[in-house]
């Protein structure tokens, strides 16, 4: 990640509030379905595996 820049005339305000469940619960849905795609994309097909789809 690199650095953000603010641009001129503009002012980035964050709110620190905690998060909500509704919010928590659907970041960590995302997050799981990401990890689940990533592996199903490196998943490689072993020896053994290959030896019984033939």
Known sequence: MGLIKEPLDVDFVVDPR???KEEENAI???IKADKEKRLAKTKRVTKSQNELKN
């Open 28 to 30: 960590s849905e995302f």
């Open 18 to 20: 905690p998060l909500t």
